[in-house]
């Protein structure tokens, strides 16, 4: 049995709607999902929100009620999001719940059993829109104009304030990073981290008293002693909260240590310095990977409520499909790198691979087997330009495809499968099947049923980027929904057995429409 697989996505603060931001992090980390358990691995996916902190509480104060009550209305609209998407999450967290408290307190108490927190004064710079303490060295501009690097606006705080010793582990982080690159991932990440760890680190304040929206600091007394957990401590926590830490050893034992924390670039800090400390505080195991995402933009532009540009994600998989944006998304962007989208892009990008050459492909394909074979499949011989070309594809499917998603490499992995997709048109288009009708009827067999048996892979390898539109043709292909996996196309008796089964086409239906630009920006 493959080893299961652990990933999770950062939490999102629910103090507005998701963004088209939120959605490319859930997307990639489902493809991701979706890819894993294709190739046989039994996946756990984690998702939710992140509702504590002073963020949240200052929104609400603005908008005249409780933080609870502004956390309930957005953490929907993201669950709603992930639904909508096609998300497979096995469990939407929300940091308001009750046994992510307990995690939390857990592992508060792992690490002051360690010895690992001491209680001091905080004075210092914090950032509300990023929940984080500065350093004044870290500070862009002058006087009242002072922002965090970040460029969002800090304020001066002072309160009393639990303590992580940070510094005790600047040697074991850096250690961490040269020894394990894998740990931190892209490069340009790590090296940013290294530069941020070798330059000193201070102790964290982990605790607030100035408000009490939060997970209770545990106190031997049974209270709080006033205290709240900073809401980064608890935010960290709850990729251990979903495997049921600190009670259910049986799911920590088979899950963690995560594969993949799937981050964007703003919160590498927080997933790459601070979280392995507290693991290590605590004695637990470190993630293997966290990987640091780009920036999706607007025409190259961030979204910005003042800019007007904002685009809520489910109006653009209204107008375009939502596996038409999922698609777009992981071949448009080279995985790491920030990235930019259009709805010209959009539109350009699903015409040509998804509905010209994926799409006709199929639909002509089975077409012709439906119209010229009455949708039969015959186990005929083939000669060698068929063979080419569904070795080509097999390459394509089950090498260069999966060796680039393991990588991450999504735009990598599925030109490589469109280039396969292309050979198949050329190949129709050479073998002209519907000449062959009346003089070679045997020669039409074969380059059909070699059509047929390519679709089907290119559908297979395909589903974890485009999973509804695919199943709907593999549907009509009448492939079990138990062999659409890598181990399906390694299987080289299904066409034979397929062909004996008496199974028969039915007249197919399009799957990729063409898409016409919208009349209105979505
Ligand atoms: O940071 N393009 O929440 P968040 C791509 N609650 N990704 C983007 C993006 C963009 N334009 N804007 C944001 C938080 N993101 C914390 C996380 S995890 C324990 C706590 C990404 O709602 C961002 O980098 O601000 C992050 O990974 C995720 O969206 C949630 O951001």
């Known amino acids: 049995m493959p080893d299961p697989f652990y990933i999770t996505t950062a939490i999102s603060y629910p103090n507005g709607r998701p963004h088209i931001g939120h959605a490319y992090e859930a997307i990639a980390a489902d493809v991701i999902a979706r890819f894993q358990r294709l190739r046989g691995r039994e996946v756990r996916f984690q998702t939710g929100t992140d509702e504590h902190g002073l963020k949240m509480l200052r929104k609400a104060e603005e908008q005249g009620r409780t933080?609870?009550?502004?956390?309930?209305?957005?953490?929907?609209?993201?669950?709603?999001?992930?639904?909508?998407?096609?998300?497979?999450?096995?469990?939407?967290?929300?940091t308001v719940d009750d046994d992510h408290h307990r995690a939390s307190q857990a592992l508060w108490k792992a690490m002051e059993a360690n010895g690992d927190l001491y209680l001091d004064r905080y004075e210092g710079w914090y950032s509300v829109r990023d929940e984080a303490f500065y350093d004044e060295s870290e500070l862009v501009g002058e006087g009242d104009d002072k922002l965090s690097p970040q460029g969002t606006p800090v304020e001066w705080t002072v309160e009393e304030s639990w303590f992580f010793p940070l510094s005790n582990y600047q040697d074991k982080l850096l250690e961490l990073f040269e020894n394990n690159p894998d740990f931190l991932q892209p490069d340009s990440r790590r090296n940013e981290m290294i530069g941020f760890v070798s330059g000193g680190l201070r102790d964290l304040s982990v605790s607030r008293t100035s408000f009490d929206w939060g997970v209770k600091v545990p106190h031997a007394d049974g209270g709080d002693g006033g205290h709240v957990m900073y809401v980064w401590v608890d935010a960290l926590?709850?990729?251990?909260?979903?495997?049921?830490?600190?009670?259910?050893?049986?799911?920590m034992q088979k899950f963690w240590p995560a594969d993949l924390h799937l981050i964007g670039k703003d919160i590498v800090r927080f997933h790459a310095v601070y979280w392995p400390a507290f693991l290590m505080s605590a004695g637990l195991p470190l993630p293997k990977q966290v990987f640091g995402h780009g920036f999706l933009l607007n025409r190259g532009e961030k979204e910005s409520k003042s800019l007007g540009n904002v685009t809520d994600p489910m109006t653009l998989a209204g107008t375009f499909g939502v596996d038409t944006l999922r698609y777009f998304l992981m071949r448009e962007v080279a995985f790491g790198q920030d990235g930019s989208y259009s709805p010209e892009a959009i539109v350009t990008r699903a015409?040509?691979?998804?509905?010209?050459?994926?799409?006709?492909?199929?639909?002509?394909?089975?077409?012709?087997?439906?119209?010229?074979?009455?949708?039969?499949?015959?186990?005929?011989?083939?000669?060698?330009?068929?063979?080419?070309?569904e070795e080509l594809v097999r390459v394509a499917c089950t090498a260069e495809l999966p060796r680039e998603f393991e990588k991450l490499n999504f735009s990598v992995g599925l030109d490589a499968w469109m280039r396969a997709v292309f050979a198949c048109n050329q190949y129709v288009d050479e073998q002209a099947p519907w000449a062959l009708r009346k003089d070679d009827p045997a020669r039409m067999?074969?380059?059909?049923?070699?059509?047929?048996?390519?679709?089907?892979s290119l559908a297979i390898a395909v589903r974890c980027v485009v999973p509804t539109s695919a199943d709907r043709l593999l549907d009509q292909m009448g492939i079990a929904a138990d062999a659409r996996d890598f181990a399906a196309l390694d299987d080289i008796t299904w066409f034979a057995a397929m062909a004996a089964s008496g199974f028969r086409l039915e007249k197919p239906e399009g799957i990729f429409p063409r898409l016409d630009m919208p009349e209105s920006e979505p």
């Open 237 to 251: 926590t709850n990729y251990l909260t979903g495997l049921g830490y600190p009670d259910d050893t049986e799911m």
């Open 351 to 389: 015409n040509a691979e998804l509905a010209n050459s994926f799409g006709n492909l199929a639909q002509r394909s089975l077409s012709m087997i439906f119209k010229n074979m009455d949708g039969e499949l015959k186990d005929v011989s083939t000669n060698s330009a068929d063979d080419e070309l």
């Open 67 to 94: 933080a609870r009550e502004l956390a309930d209305e957005m953490s929907g609209y993201f669950k709603d999001m992930c639904d909508g998407l096609g998300i497979s999450y096995d469990r939407f967290i929300r």
């Open 445 to 456: 067999q074969a380059v059909l049923m070699t059509l047929f048996r390519c679709v089907r």
